[in-house]
């Protein structure tokens, strides 16, 4: 059975398409119907009678970005801040046509922000304990001058329990660093979570004035893995929908996936939480994850990274920033009595850049992005993602224009598709709607009068036969017509070829096609045996204007 005009519309035309919905007469050929708005209107077709449907862009969530002032947010008058606007769109998507939406980013007054410290609790940290312990009250004091709601916690790590990675001689279990004075070092450990996340700065202090350094025997440690843990561990860390800052400190490498095969674990890493009683638990039975997982996870989560890092392996950390969504480094002193500045150079580092991201798109779907940012400079490609030396109060916008590959069949539609700012947790959502029928699919004549009588369905102008009749109005019956006969009727004589070798044979009719090389050039005669452009053109122009081609004789 063969296509409908809105179909043919969708699967083999442009986005500059149009269909005259006019009914077939006899003599006229289905690519008469479908070519743009004015050639058609140049051929007779009633205005009135032409489907083009166009593409469009509906908000549906569109609540207004956070205008308040810091007063007004610390009232707890505005609870629900606003940085990102729209939050949701529908793209009705003709293919090949882009369709755009605007999106824009505030960076509000007074966002909360919720940090947690992640230390390396080896030996060789210790002397960077101190300043780590009285940490908590100076950041709290720090962090007024940016937000009146802000957050801290913490966590520390070492690295497996198992040999190579420490002794498991019984009295290094008990104390790794041989030693009692000023006190023993605690046992060795991977991950323990200390703090969860608290307004508390008097608290941090205490707990964390309370912990010991350990010890192991390796260089590298077990960072990223308790990194993972921090990161999905969402409701023991207590992790809100806002800021998510993870200070990552340590004097050393880090083991990532394979090393495990080391101390005989081959299990991977399965990026779930495995914390009870505040003790990671699968250390011993999973491999370290990949650098990869880890910086697909912090995606996920909304997480920006800030590794304060002692010099000597700074090139290291360096080396993720590629890697991982939003990441700062920053060179920690011997004693890290600096960690106070890194912390807060850091942070207005990360947030003073804007950078958008997509979800994975379906195959043949294309976006790209403008930005407007506050040097009124536009930016494409890459550069169009992302906008610089943005401060407290300042807004920016990105245009956001999708474009639809050739029509698919319903169950490979996309459902969404989701645009957010690194690091941040709002996000846009963006519901993709094809169009791929005209609105004349819907207004089938089934056994419609105008297809010989009743023996096929008009729609969009065309007629779909029934199993068993042929020809542009159905007016054929397949059985009594044959190849043989009906190409008789198609030859101009017995040397000839059917059709000129132009068109196909359809009820003993000719049905002309266009020229392979350029589609606005057609045959046309009872044996499609003349075309318009088979002259020579003078600016263009058949014979120069002046004349009509004739058939060859």
């Not at 707890?76 to 801040?81: E, G, Y």
């Not at 920053?330 to 207005?348: F, K, M, P, W």
């Not at 049905?511 to 392979?516: A, D, H, L, M, T």
Request: hydrophobic fraction near 30%.
């Amino acid at each position: 059975m063969p296509k409908s005009g809105g179909q043919e519309l969708w699967r083999v035309s442009g986005s500059r398409a149009t269909l005259c919905l006019n009914f077939l007469e006899v003599g006229q050929h289905a690519w008469e119907r479908c070519d743009t708005a004015r050639t058609l209107l140049r051929r007779g077709c009633p205005f009135e009678r032409l489907e083009n449907p166009r593409g469009s862009a509906v908000l549906l969530k569109n609540r207004k970005i956070t205008f308040h002032s810091k007063e007004q947010i610390r009232q707890r008058q505005h609870r629900q801040v606003t940085q990102l606007q729209p939050q949701s769109v529908l793209l009705h998507l003709r293919p090949g046509e882009p369709q755009s939406f605007e999106v824009k980013f505030k960076r509000v007054e007074d966002y909360p922000i919720d940090l947690y410290y992640l230390m390396d609790l080896s030996f060789s940290m210790e002397d960077d304990l101190p300043n780590v312990k009285k940490l908590g009250a100076d950041l709290m004091e720090e962090m007024r001058n940016t937000t009146s709601d802000f957050r801290i916690g913490f966590g520390a790590f070492v690295d497996k329990t198992v040999m190579p990675y420490i002794s498991t001689a019984e009295d290094m279990l008990r104390n790794p660093c041989k030693r009692t004075e000023p006190w023993p070092c605690t046992p060795p450990f991977t991950y323990h979570h200390v703090l969860s996340l608290t307004a508390n700065g008097s608290l941090f202090t205490e707990l964390v004035g309370g912990q010991r350094i350990s010890g192991n025997l390796d260089s590298p440690e077990g960072g990223l893995e308790a990194l993972m843990q921090a990161a999905v561990c969402e409701e023991q860390i207590g992790w809100r929908n806002v800021t998510r800052l993870l200070v990552f400190s340590t004097d050393a490498g880090f083991h990532f996936a394979g090393d495990g095969k080391l101390g005989g674990i081959v299990l991977p890493n399965d990026g779930k939480c495995h914390l009870h009683k505040n003790v990671y638990t699968k250390g011993n039975s999973q491999d370290y994850p990949s650098v990869a997982h880890v910086a697909e996870v912090l995606r996920q989560k909304n997480i920006q990274i800030i590794f304060a890092v002692t010099e000597g392996v700074t090139h290291l950390y360096e080396g993720l920033r590629s890697i991982f969504p939003k990441c700062a480094v920053g060179t920690l002193s011997n004693n890290s009595h600096n960690i106070l500045q890194i912390i807060v150079e850091a942070y207005n580092a990360l947030t003073s850049e804007v950078v958008m991201e997509n979800s994975k798109l379906p195959p043949g779907y294309h976006i790209s992005y403008t930005s407007h940012c506050k040097d009124r400079q536009l930016r494409h490609g890459e550069q169009g993602k992302r906008c610089s030396n943005i401060s407290v109060g300042d807004q920016v916008s990105f245009n956001v224009s999708i474009t639809a590959p050739q029509c698919v069949t319903a169950s490979q539609r996309p459902p969404r598709v989701i645009i957010k700012p690194q690091g941040y947790s709002e996000e846009v959502e963006v519901l993709l709607s094809p169009i791929c029928e005209c609105s004349c699919q819907k207004d089938v004549v089934p056994h419609s009068p105008s297809c010989s009588h009743g023996n096929g369905t008009l729609e969009c102008g065309t007629c779909r036969c029934k199993k068993g009749r042929v020809g542009a109005l159905c007016e054929c019956d397949q059985a009594e017509s044959s190849e043989a006969v009906d190409s008789h009727f198609c030859r101009r004589d017995n040397a000839s070829e059917v059709c000129s070798g132009h068109g196909e044979c359809v009820c003993g009719k000719c049905v002309c096609r266009k020229s392979n090389k350029k589609p606005n050039h057609a045959y046309y005669g009872q044996f499609c045996e003349c075309s318009d452009f088979s002259c020579d053109q003078y600016r263009g122009l058949q014979c120069g204007g002046n004349a009509q081609t004739t058939p060859p004789d």
